[in-house]
């Protein structure tokens, strides 16, 4: 069951609303594993009128990143919400991002919770991980970028602000469709019973 945000984060929320036209949103720990910097770099280097960052979670690089960030004045960081809020956050946002450090092990492929709320979600993803099985491109739901490259992650959020509302729109339904087409626990039953 969906639950409201809390406070501290819906307040947060409507400043950031009040400031920018644009408000990118990850969820999730803040640890190195996500490639979080990148993302901070490249929305810092970028006019804060037009684009808003804010991560939400705890993590053991949090106060690092917190600091790496206090120079811009685009980028927010929020307390952890519990689970059955994620999807009113997700409404609260235009775009998230989903990113992940080069890792070898990804060569085989990658399946991460977080992208498929995101995609069911209805918004569209900008995605920065380096694998092989890629359902942003796959299903035309969001932007796909290299992992860990500040520039493209920088490009990736400049073609979000280009890209009209009606595509936005289309990219979010294009990704909540393939979650309830190919990704619910039934139909991924019937594809191992197949296999």
């Known amino acids: 069951k969906k639950e409201d945000l809390p406070e501290k984060t ?3 929320i409507e400043h950031m609303r009040n400031e920018h036209e644009f408000l990118l949103c990850f969820f999730g720990s803040h640890t190195k594993s996500y490639a ?3 993302l901070i770099e490249a929305a810092g280097a970028l006019d804060y009128r037009k684009i808003g960052v804010v991560l939400v979670g705890d993590g053991s690089d949090k106060k690092r990143l917190a600091e ?3 120079r811009y ?3 927010y960081f929020s ?3 519990p689970k059955r809020c994620i999807p009113s956050l997700l409404e609260a946002v235009d775009g998230i991002y989903v990113g992940a450090v080069n890792n070898r092990m990804f060569r085989f ?3 991460m919770n ?3 709320d995101s995609m069911m979600s209805g918004k569209p993803i900008l995605y920065a991980v380096n694998a092989p099985n890629n359902y942003i491109e ?3 739901c969001g932007i796909s970028v290299e992992a860990e490259n500040t520039q493209a992650l920088k490009e990736g959020i400049e073609k979000l602000l280009c890209t009209s509302g009606e595509e936005l729109r289309r990219m979010g339904q294009n990704g909540r469709e393939a979650v309830l087409e190919h990704f619910q626990y039934e139909r991924l039953a019937e594809t191992f019973l197949k296999l």
């Open 10 to 12: 819906r307040a947060l």
């Open 36 to 38: 979080l910097e990148y």
């Open 68 to 70: 790496k960030s206090s």
């Open 73 to 75: 004045r685009n980028i």
């Open 79 to 81: 307390d952890p919400v």
């Open 109 to 111: 492929g990658i399946c």
């Open 114 to 116: 977080k992208l498929f």
């Open 138 to 140: 796959q299903y035309g």
